[in-house]
C-alpha cells in the first residue's frame, strides 16, 4: 500500500513538472506581445499627414507604436535639448535641426531634408474683407492678423521675414496675435478670432472653414525644409532607424504629396 501511494505521489508530482514546463510564463508572454514605442517629435503642420501614415505603418510593424509629439519645431527643439524623451525630430525648419545637430544631440549623416512647403495668407472661407496681397492687411477692415511666435514657430518666422522684405512688419504690430504653433493660427482665422493668418499651404487645405487669400513670394523668405533626424539618445534605435528610412519610401512620401507637401529635389 504505501509502495502504491508513493508511485502515484510520483506521478503526480512529475506531471506537474511536465505542466509547468510546457506552460509559457505570464512574464514570457507579456515579454512577447509587448510594443516598442517609438516616440516622433513633429512640426505641428505634418499632423494630418503624420496620422494617415501612422495607421499604415503600424498596421504593417505589429510591434511597433508610434507615439507623435506635435508642436512648434522650436519648441520641440528645446524639449530635446532638454532631455525630453525622442527617438525621431521632424522639423519645419532647417535652423532647428542645425541647432541640434551643433549641440550634438543628433549626428549629422542621420538626417536629411524630407519635404518642403510654401506660406500663404488665409482668410475666414466666409469672411468678405477684400485681401488680395499683403499691402491690403493694412486696411481699416483688418483687425487681427495672426502669425505663429516667430522665435519659436518657423511659419511665424517666414511670414516676419516676408512681412519686413513688404516694409509692412512695423505697420502690422498693433494688429498681431499671436500663436503657440501654426495650428493655433489657422483655429485663430477659423473661428473668426483673426480676419487673416500666416499658415503654411498644407495647413491652408486641411480646413474647409478658410480660404487662401495671398500665396508669399517665395523670393522674400528662405526656402521651407522639413528636415528629418534620429535623436542619438533614442532607446530604440533600430526601430527609429527603420521608421526612419520608410518616412522616405515612396509609400510614406505619396502620403505627404497628397496633403500638399513637396518632395526636395535630390
Not at 516598442?36 to 503642420?45: G, H, I, K, L, P
Not at 499691402?135 to 518666422?157: C, F, H, Q, Y
Request: proline share 4%; charged share 20%; glycine share 6%.
Amino acid at each position: 500500500m504505501v509502495k502504491s501511494r508513493t508511485v502515484l505521489l510520483f506521478v503526480f508530482v512529475f506531471s506537474m513538472v511536465l505542466a509547468g514546463c510546457s506552460k509559457p510564463s505570464k512574464s514570457a508572454d507579456s515579454a512577447a506581445d509587448q510594443k516598442v514605442e517609438v516616440t516622433v517629435s513633429a512640426a505641428a503642420s505634418l499632423t494630418d499627414a503624420l496620422g494617415e501614415i501612422q495607421k499604415n505603418y503600424e498596421s504593417a510593424h505589429g510591434n511597433v507604436k508610434l507615439n507623435f509629439n506635435f508642436g512648434a519645431s522650436g519648441a520641440l527643439q528645446q524639449q530635446i535639448e532638454q532631455g525630453a524623451p525622442a527617438d525621431l525630430f521632424l522639423s519645419a525648419a532647417s535652423k532647428n535641426m542645425k541647432a541640434l545637430i551643433d549641440k550634438k544631440l543628433i549626428d549629422a549623416d542621420n538626417q536629411i531634408p524630407l519635404l518642403t512647403n510654401e506660406l500663404v495668407v488665409v482668410t475666414p472661407a466666409e469672411g468678405s474683407i477684400p485681401i488680395g496681397s499683403l499691402t491690403d492687411l493694412t486696411n481699416s477692415g483688418v483687425k487681427k492678423v495672426a502669425i505663429g511666435i516667430p522665435d519659436s514657430v518657423p511659419a511665424g518666422n517666414y511670414a516676419k521675414q516676408a512681412l519686413t522684405a513688404a516694409k509692412l512688419w512695423d505697420a502690422l504690430q498693433g494688429k498681431m496675435v499671436q500663436g503657440k504653433d501654426v495650428r493655433q493660427v489657422l483655429q485663430y482665422v477659423e473661428t473668426g478670432n483673426a480676419d487673416a493668418g500666416f499658415v503654411y499651404k498644407t495647413d491652408a487645405l486641411t480646413s474647409s472653414k478658410v480660404k487662401t487669400a495671398v500665396t508669399v513670394d517665395p523670393a522674400t523668405y528662405p526656402a521651407i525644409e522639413y528636415p528629418i533626424g534620429i535623436v542619438k539618445a533614442t532607446k530604440h534605435g533600430k526601430e527609429a532607424k527603420v521608421f526612419y528610412d520608410y518616412l522616405q519610401s515612396k509609400e510614406a512620401l505619396d502620403v505627404f504629396v497628397k496633403y500638399g507637401f513637396s518632395i526636395p529635389a535630390k
